[in-house]
């Protein structure tokens, strides 16, 4: 039994103690853990976004290449801050505009892609038991997702289907769900014994 | 009215519109522009990140001003938001910048850097803790809730139970084909759904930003003339 030398991996699991505490009930340990990780994430955030994009995107094409077209996103981003300046804050609205804008062009074509993919997927490419499930399945899901016709007579019995098959799967995911968090705790307690009192290898 | 309603219906009419042609025009011009647009969006996302980080700071700043329950808090998501950003913006994110590497000589540039402990040593591991901590609650939220009253309860319950049990050794060891039943729920019922799911998603994105591109859906630019 080794317990651990290393500052870093002691202040890893002290915070790591402290958000377990929660178990017990809501004390001030688990409540500085939780706003020091809210913090740090905010902190990380900039940084990242610091390093990745002012400096890569911005500062060294800007600089380096005088390339001045990176000035037009520039400016974009610097009207999000009109809206704290009342009288001209609607000028926000610009860059907001091209971001949902841009956003929507570049996700039509790929949910498209995406669309045919699935549709293609579904296809059965030999008739077996497999496959009539796929096709089974696919269609009464969506047909229980389909609002525009009452879900009374055949539509209803379809969509009944359909919501046998979404029970199924949220209960695959709900399992799944629970094995991920298993495992993180196990992760978690492996680096408690292990990494910082040593006393599992 | 200009500036305030038809210059922004106009900006994401036209950039949508652009977008989605480019997608059809296999030309290396087509290609520079799609990735001259993405740079964009990434630039112009990242001044949305500040003013998310600028009202979590002034809601912070208000609560100390305030001494609103709890205000000491507020003090330490302060602290180790500035002090974080500080150490990435000055010491480097993924390797050390010239700056630090000038204050400090000692640090080499395949050193890991200050903000990569704070991520390896205190972010990730809290984030894997809180994350740890939902089996517990998940656990007792599935027995209050998981009561088989109806077929579609049990049917939940059911999978829910053979996935979970399916995926442990202790699963095999109740039953030898339990993985195989796992196996075959993910592959055929459970892939249907998602299927089914995914594709009704799709169309409502392909419906939302058809909507958005030609003005109809309009709500993103906020309320007020």
């Given at each position: 039994m080794a317990i651990a030398t290393n500052f870093w991996i002691w202040i890893a699991a002290l915070l790591t103690l402290a958000i377990y505490s929660f178990l017990y009930?809501?004390?001030?340990?688990?409540?500085?853990?939780?706003?020091?990780?809210?913090?740090?994430?905010?902190?990380?955030?900039?940084?990242?976004?610091?390093?990745?994009?002012?400096?890569?995107k911005v500062y060294n094409p800007l600089v380096y290449d005088k390339n001045f077209l990176?000035?037009?996103?520039?400016?974009?981003?610097?009207?999000?801050?009109?809206?704290?300046?009342?009288?001209?804050?609607?000028?926000?609205?610009?860059?907001?505009?091209?971001?949902?804008?841009?956003?929507?062009?570049?996700?039509?074509?790929?949910?498209?892609?995406?669309l045919f993919k699935q549709v293609y997927a579904t296809m059965p490419l030999k008739l077996d038991f497999g496959s009539?499930?796929?096709?089974?399945?696919?269609?009464?899901?969506?047909?229980?997702?389909?609002?525009?016709?009452?879900?009374?007579?055949?539509?209803?019995?379809?969509?009944?289907?359909?919501?046998?098959?979404?029970?199924?799967a949220f209960g695959a995911a709900?399992?799944?769900?629970?094995?991920a968090r298993v495992s993180l705790f196990i992760g978690r307690i492996q680096f408690l014994l292990s990494d910082w009192l040593g006393i599992i290898k | 009215m200009f500036?305030?309603?038809?210059?922004?219906?106009?900006?994401?009419?036209?950039?949508?519109?652009?977008?989605?042609?480019?997608?059809?025009?296999?030309?290396?011009?087509?290609?520079?522009?799609?990735?001259?647009?993405?740079?964009?969006?990434?630039?112009?996302?990242?001044?949305?990140?500040?003013?998310?980080?600028?009202?979590?700071?002034?809601?912070?700043?208000?609560?100390?001003?305030?001494?609103?329950?709890?205000?000491?808090y507020s003090?330490?998501?302060?602290?180790?938001?500035?002090?974080?950003?500080?150490l990435g913006v000055f010491g480097g994110a993924f390797m050390p910048t010239t700056l630090w590497m000038k204050i400090f000589p000692?640090?080499?540039?395949?050193?890991?850097?200050?903000?990569m402990y704070t991520y390896l040593y205190m972010q990730m591991p809290m984030q894997s803790t809180i994350f740890s901590l939902l089996a517990f609650y998940m656990a007792s939220a599935a027995f209050r809730s998981f009561r088989a009253r109806s077929f579609d309860a049990t049917l939940l319950l059911v999978t829910a139970g053979i996935v979970t049990l399916g995926r442990v050794p202790l699963g095999e060891f109740i039953y030898k084909g339990l993985p195989d039943v796992v196996e075959w729920i993910l592959k055929y019922p459970n892939m249907a759904a998602q299927r089914g799911i995914l594709i009704g998603v799709q169309l409502g994105i392909i419906a939302t930003?058809?909507?958005?591109i030609l003005g109809i859906e309009r709500k993103y630019l906020g309320g007020g003339k």
């Open positions: 009930k809501d004390n001030p340990f688990y409540k500085f853990a939780e706003y020091l990780l809210v913090g740090i994430s905010i902190g990380y955030g900039i940084s990242v976004y610091w390093h990745n994009t002012i400096i890569t990176v000035l037009i996103p520039l400016l974009l981003g610097l009207l999000m801050f009109s809206r704290f300046f009342k009288n001209v804050s609607y000028l926000s609205r610009i860059p907001i505009a091209f971001v949902v804008g841009a956003g929507t062009g570049l996700s039509v074509p790929s949910s498209f892609e995406f009539l499930i796929i096709v089974v399945g696919v269609i009464s899901t969506l047909v229980y997702f389909f609002f525009s016709l009452e879900h009374k007579g055949f539509v209803g019995r379809v969509s009944r289907v359909g919501i046998t098959f979404i029970m199924v709900f399992g799944y769900t629970i094995m | 500036l305030r309603r038809t210059l922004p219906l106009l900006v994401s009419a036209i950039f949508g519109i652009a977008l989605i042609l480019q997608f059809f025009v296999p030309h290396p011009a087509s290609k520079s522009f799609y990735n001259l647009m993405l740079d964009w969006l990434i630039i112009v996302s990242a001044f949305t990140y500040l003013i998310a980080v600028q009202s979590t700071v002034e809601l912070h700043f208000t609560k100390i001003k305030r001494k609103v329950e709890g205000w000491q003090i330490i998501v302060l602290v180790s938001l500035f002090v974080t950003a500080l000692s640090v080499k540039p395949t050193d890991t850097t200050p903000l930003s058809i909507k958005i």
